[in-house]
């Protein structure tokens, strides 16, 4: 039986995250937009909701993913808007989240800034961003940024990466290889 989850992720860009997050086997579904959470963090910022088939990809994956797609250890002037967040929807995620987060800061020189919050609120993105990598791949935008975090995927998560999605990149490393 599939075992369907979900989880909120906020850390640069939505175009790049939800690119990202697409583009993994087992991610059902995933919503652009704003979250807010609660307190001192109850601003809406750019994050992404991610709809998950467990059996297929883990939650801690997706977890390693998120650190690596964004600058998780980086407290810039942009965090308001781009918060650097995992977003919980049960007391148990956020424990899990938690103890995953310890057990990944090895894989960083410098200490993690991702923040566990309890989710919130969402607020979608107008439709016409949504979808935003993949129905404008050649925009100079989305070759300069999202691109590499695709292309990172490619080699550090090409277990959980959908191949075909990402094919376009595969063949233009390919040719560059052959071309020098």
Known sequence: MNRSNKIALGGGCHWCTEAVFQSLKGVLKVKQGFVASIGANSEFSEAVIVYFDESKIPLSILLEVHLHTHKSTSNHSMRTKYRSAVYTFSEDQNNIINSYLELLQFQFQ?????QVLPFDRFRASREQIQNYY???PEKPFCESFINPKLQMLLNKFSKYTDQNKLKHLKD????????E
């Open 172 to 179: 233009e490393s390919r040719t560059t290889k052959y071309s």
């Open 134 to 136: 993949y129905n404008n």
């Open 110 to 114: 410098n200490k993690l800034i991702t």
